[in-house]
């Protein structure tokens, strides 16, 4: 995969709106350079075609003439002209005026000209002359029409000059600002790399990370450096978490697999009767019941921490409804709940909800919360059991009289294999397994479980799924206790 530069990007992308924005300045100063140069040269022409008709005399003869005289008057080099008096008289003329200019239905505005390959600007006055004037009558009138042109070539000299110093500026202070910026990106990205060196230096053994302090200091950085620290720290207790999972699963195996060999070992040892052996062979298959509860525990775990296909199918959307799995869970659990005398009061929501968990995995939920609740309360005690509509959410109570959770087994409950106290010892059958299974369920429906010591005693256990379809028309509840 081709890398690419943040750096590189970021100076090509300023670099670019800077020659744009140069080149527009360029154009705007040459646009402006012309008009400024053009207006000033328009005042030159206009003061020198003023000047020729200022040499414009009285020819002192005997007709009251006029005639040209243009010492002392001052001409634009390679200038053309032509003057001519009301009767068509030339009184003077320079170069070759071109013709459509000497048209009489040609304006007499500023003109633009090509003469022999050269641009040429022309101006055509209209002035009078009187000879005479203090002569009766007021002397003798005669028209004089100027056509002056002279070259505009060093106009767009100057332009250019313009242009080209302005090129030269923008390119000395494009390089100048480009290097400066490189620089600054550096310096600007450092901490990012700080950063990255630093995360580069976890390993499966060292989890210690913690962000620069450069890193830390950076407004947009700063999310980025907590978010790293927060997941590592979370693949950190992943990892940790998945290494006691496999020791204890090891830990667990090994012994069951030791109890069974054992067991046949003293079988084997000496020679029995047809009822012992019979007798040992009944132990050795509750060995193996055991051991076989524990593998598919564990299978039932690695499968329900896998996330949910997303194809669209029936098995990737499942649902169930939550009433159905409780009642068949507490039907699984009566003969428990009878053999210790132990009595469940339950509350159904009228409205029954439909939620987004399989019915099997529905049915383990409900049954390893209400079997930890009967392992933990006393024979004769009670048992309340609840479900309500909570912001959107089916929310399922489980609350006992038994002896409530230690301190020190608050923060491990979930932990696969934790055993906190003898009730959940091997004696009982348990695996440490039951209420990982119950997380991983929830977990991945969108929902939480939470266990907590109750006010009056005993422990409660709160479940909160996510509703797929439900009945909000009617919200009433309804008491049924199960003896």
């Known amino acids: 995969m081709r890398s690419v530069s943040i750096t590189r990007r970021l100076t090509l992308t300023v670099l670019v709106l800077e020659i744009l924005s140069a080149l527009a300045l360029i154009g ?85 000209i090509k003469v022999h390959g050269r641009s040429y ?42 242009i080209r110093f ?5 390119a000395i202070l494009l390089g100048v600002t480009t290097g400066i910026m490189v620089w600054l990106l550096q310096q600007g990205l450092s901490p990012l790399h700080a950063l990255a060196q630093e995360a580069g230096r976890i390993t499966s053994k060292a989890w210690q990370f913690e962000a620069p302090a450069s890193a830390k200091e950076t407004r947009e950085l700063r999310p980025l450096a907590d978010a790293l620290e927060a997941a590592i720290a979370r693949l950190q207790a992943s990892f940790e978490q998945q290494r006691r999972f496999t020791s204890d699963a090891a830990h667990e195996l090994k012994t069951d697999v030791a109890i069974v060999k054992s067991s046949l070992q003293l079988l084997a040892m000496r020679k029995r009767s047809a009822e012992k052996y019979s007798q040992g062979l009944e132990l050795c298959i509750d060995d193996f019941t055991r051991l076989e509860m524990t593998v598919h525990k564990m299978l039932t775990l690695a499968r329900l921490e896998q996330p949910l ?25 009566r003969s428990f709940a009878e053999m210790k005398e132990i009595s469940i009061e339950v509350q159904f929501l009228a409205a029954d ?9 529905a049915l383990l939920l409900c049954s390893n919360v209400f079997l930890n609740a009967l392992q933990h309360s006393a024979s004769h005690s009670t048992i309340y059991i609840e479900t309500l509509l909570e912001a959107g959410a089916a929310k399922l109570t489980v609350r006992d009289e038994g002896e409530g959770i230690a301190a020190e087994d608050m923060q491990h409950l979930f ?7 003898p009730s959940r010892s091997r004696k009982s059958g348990s695996t440490g397994l039951g209420l990982s299974i119950c997380k991983a369920i929830c977990q991945r429906a969108g929902g939480s479980i939470q266990i907590v010591n109750h006010a009056t005693g005993g422990a409660l256990v709160t479940i909160l799924l996510p509703v797929k379809t439900q009945d909000l028309g009617s919200a009433l509840a309804a008491s049924i206790k199960y003896q």
């Open 166 to 170: 302005f090129a030269l500026t923008t």
């Open 309 to 333: 296909r997303v194809d669209g199918s029936d098995a990737a959307n499942p649902s169930c409804s939550l009433r159905d799995a409780i009642e068949e869970a507490l039907y699984q659990s």
């Open 28 to 112: 705007a100063t040459a646009t402006y350079e012309w008009h400024t140069q053009l207006k000033a040269f328009d005042a030159t022409l206009q003061g020198e075609a003023d000047s020729l008709m200022g040499g414009v005399v009285d020819a002192d003869d005997s007709g009251d003439n006029i005639v040209l005289d243009i010492r002392g008057v001052h001409l634009g080099k390679d200038a053309i002209f032509h003057i001519e008096d009301e009767r068509g008289r030339v009184l003077g003329t320079a170069g070759e005026v071109p013709e459509e200019i000497k048209n009489p239905a040609a304006p007499s505005a500023l003109r633009n």
């Open 415 to 421: 932990e696969p294999f934790y055993r906190g106290d």
């Open 121 to 162: 600007r022309f101006v055509v006055v209209h002035g009078l002359r009187i000879v005479d004037p203090g002569e009766p009558g007021g002397g003798v009138r005669h028209s004089v029409t100027i056509i002056y042109g002279t070259p505009v070539g060093h106009v767009w000299h100057e332009v250019l000059e313009a």
């Open 353 to 361: 909800v439909q939620i987004p968990v399989d019915r099997r995995d």
